[in-house]
């Protein structure tokens, strides 16, 4: 069915909002893990696997699909103009990455240089374009999609990559907390794909863990940054003696 791929994602949430794992949902199947990886990677249960996974959670399959669709309800892109609106305003967009990354009003006054009239302008206008439920007592409640993404090639992307990759990328990556893997290849388009597939579900574990930690105290938290990139691409000295 259409929403099957949404279905398997909202589930694997739930098993990860309840500390479940594979192998539970191993023994709950009477499967391998192997077997039970392979179901969430192509996403392919029955009906009646469904409903057992669902026992395991003490959920009802019905309850399953309310959230999935409350999460399809939630917003997963910006417009051009609203992205446009947000790269134009420095303070508007480090609020913007900030409520996204999971910090709340009292985080953000914590950790920057930010008036608390202008933190609440800031929000009133994200309530606006319906990014977030600015509440009583200025708490934030985040409406967008686990898998939310900036537009490609649009202006938050473009300001990033004007702005930030050189500073990103000045780091050796030496450190316990970071990481830099590069390698080349030959590929075939169909492999280069199924890359694209693989770091596509990576980004959205890489949200998943951001909404696990999202009760975590701010100070035992710190904002991490992941790129992932991928091109058919040859230096440009290479370039030069290519036939």
């Not at 409350?70 to 446009?84: A, G, N, S, V, Y």
């Not at 990103?168 to 590929?187: G, H, P, W, Y």
């Not at 693989?198 to 951001?210: I, Q, V």
Request: proline residues 2%; charged residues 25%; glycine residues 2%.
């Amino acid at each position: 069915m259409a929403q099957a791929g949404p279905l398997i994602e909202t589930l694997k949430r739930e098993l990860k909002a309840q500390g479940k794992t594979y192998i539970d949902v191993a023994e709950a199947l009477a499967l391998s893990e192997a077997s039970v990886k392979r179901l969430f990677s192509e996403k392919n249960f029955t009906l009646q696997r469904l409903e057992s996974v669902c026992d395991l959670l003490n959920i009802e399959l019905t309850d399953l699909v309310q959230r999935m669709n409350k999460e399809q309800r939630q917003l997963i892109q910006l417009t051009r103009e609203q992205e446009k609106e947000i790269a134009g305003d420095l303070i508007l967009l480090l609020i913007t990455v900030s409520v996204i990354s999971g910090m709340s009003f009292n985080d953000i006054l914590s950790s920057y240089e930010i008036s608390e009239a202008e933190c609440i302008q800031k929000m009133a206008k994200l309530d606006r374009l319906k990014i977030i439920d600015l509440l009583p007592g200025n708490r934030v409640k985040l409406l967008v999609a686990p898998n939310f993404h900036w537009l490609p090639n649009g202006p938050i992307q473009q300001f990033f990559q004007e702005k930030v990759e050189q500073d990103f990328f000045s780091s050796r990556f030496d450190k316990a907390n970071e990481k830099l893997i590069v390698t080349n290849a030959i590929l075939t388009d169909s492999s280069n794909a199924r890359l694209q597939k693989k770091m596509e579900r990576l980004a959205a574990e890489f949200n998943e863990l951001m909404q696990e930690d999202h009760a975590i105290p701010s100070h035992k938290k710190s904002g991490t940054t992941m790129v992932l990139a991928i091109r058919q691409w040859q230096y440009s000295l290479f370039k030069k003696i290519s036939k």
